[in-house]
Structures are given as structure tokens and as C-alpha cells.
């Protein structure tokens, strides 16, 4: 039995992944259980990225994340769940639009959106970030996904 330190941290790594992976997979099907409304729809496999911007007085901080996205898309909320390769994993991400908070948890209010023709940007400011703002960028939508963020949103053309 090796009782090198190193030894325990490489097999601790992978271990850590693996376990976290597990908690993640097992925490969406609880929250979608739970808070999933009976008009909802469920995306899964959506391409895109976050970027954080965080203006301070003395320094500005961009940070970009490519993740693939699940989404509970609720009457009056958005749930993400990002997938990515970065050390740590996110938790889920709760984007509420309508003054309504019924079947949401630990929303942040979304800001403002923006709609184009095979993208959805969805722009909310962190309660963590004083001076930051973070944009969700959902890319490679087709028709009926973009139609399904424009009826959530009350944007229907």
C-alpha cells in the first residue's frame, strides 16, 4: 500500500469528477421534478457560453465558459443547467421574468434578453457581483426552439 501523498491526489481527481458529475445528474432531476410546471418544456443539448464582466473602479475583469446547456423553460422562470469541463462544477442557474414566483428557486431577476435569428442572449446581474453582469448566450437554436423563448418571453411577433 503506497503511503506517498501524491499517490492519494491523483486517484482523489479523477474521484472528485466523477462524484461531482454524479451529484449534479442526481440534483437536476430532483430540482426538474420539483419545480417543473405542467406547460413546461424541457431543451436539452443547447450549445453556448457564459461571460462574466465585473466593472470595478480600478480594474475590469472578463471571463468567458463554453458549456452545453439543459433547460427547464418554465411560464415565468428559466432554469440552466450548465455542463462543462472547468474544475469546478455550476450549479444550476434560475432566471426569473415575470413578476410571479411560483415554482422557482433562488431566482435572480433576468435584465433584459435579446432574440436573434439563431441565438438567445439572456442578460441578468449576479447577487455575488456588485459591479458584474452575466451573459448567457445560447447558440445553433433552430426556428421552434427561438419560437419557445419568444412565447416564455412575451416577445411574439
Known sequence: MPTDPFFY??????????ISGVF????KDKIIEKY???DAVILKKIYGTITTVNKGTLRYNKRFQWCSFDILLNENSIFLFPRSFYIVPRGCINLKFRSNAKNTKNPT???RFHL???SVELIYYPDHLLN???????NSLNKEQILLFQKALDQQT
Open 9 to 18: 491526489f491523483i486517484i482523489a481527481g479523477p474521484l472528485f469528477f466523477v
Open 24 to 27: 449534479f445528474f442526481i440534483q
Open 36 to 38: 417543473r410546471q405542467p
Open 109 to 111: 431577476f433576468l435584465r
Open 116 to 118: 436573434n435569428g439563431d
Open 132 to 138: 458584474g453582469e452575466r451573459t448567457i448566450s445560447l
